[in-house]
């Protein structure tokens, strides 16, 4: 796995130039607030493109991950909850999937669809590099969804998501390398 700091437009390139890897995904880590006990409190949660979890090769404890149609603006009303914060909005109560959360800050309502396994963690750094603290932790998934605008040409110079990638079980660094160099010189 290599992680890069990379725009909306350049994963979409790396797609469909970059055939040595096996899957690739995008996240941002993305802060919300949630009524928790009758207390707004300010969550760590991510959004990521619906690849993130086949990249992963995880599976839920309890429901689904992201469909990749759910990666599409006006269909990313979906939130995966961490098996921590399943726990303590709803007491470990399977019938929390299918039901609906709204996020304090944006004030969309999310649709439950999952819980991930208890003591999964995927990418708890915080901006200074070092590791996070127990219940810092990313808590939530939503799906990260792009518009025209981050597609096109002209966001090609806006930062802000991570990409991820799994090399395939055939290839190795050496295939990849060539690959994202010719990509990379193509663009600039």
Do not use: C
């Not at 993305?30 to 995880?58: H, K």
């Not at 039901?99 to 991930?116: A, E, F, H, K, P």
């Not at 995927?122 to 597609?151: N, Y």
Request: aromatic content about 12%.
């Amino acid at each position: 796995n290599d992680i890069l700091f990379n725009t909306a437009p350049s994963y979409f390139d790396r797609l469909e130039a970059i055939t040595a890897l096996e899957e690739q995904a995008m996240f941002a880590l993305w802060f919300d607030t949630l009524t928790i006990n009758r207390i707004p409190e300010e969550i760590r949660g991510m959004r990521a493109t619906p690849s993130l979890f086949r990249l992963l090769q995880v599976e839920p404890a309890l429901g689904r991950v992201f469909t990749d149609a759910e990666g599409e603006i006006g269909a990313e009303q979906k939130i995966i909850l961490s098996h921590g914060l399943w726990q303590r909005l709803y007491g470990g109560d399977q019938t929390a999937v299918g039901q609906d959360l709204r996020l304090g800050w944006t004030g969309q309502r999310y649709t439950i669809i999952g819980v991930m396994p208890r003591g999964f963690s995927f990418f708890d750094i915080g901006d200074d590099g070092h590791a996070r603290t127990p219940g810092d932790e990313v808590q939530f998934w939503i799906p990260l969804a792009f518009t025209a605008a981050q597609r096109s040409d002209d966001a090609r110079t806006r930062y802000g998501f991570f990409h991820v990638g799994r090399i395939r079980p055939d290839a190795t660094i050496e295939h990849v390398q060539p690959q994202v160099d010719a990509l990379n010189a193509a663009n600039f």
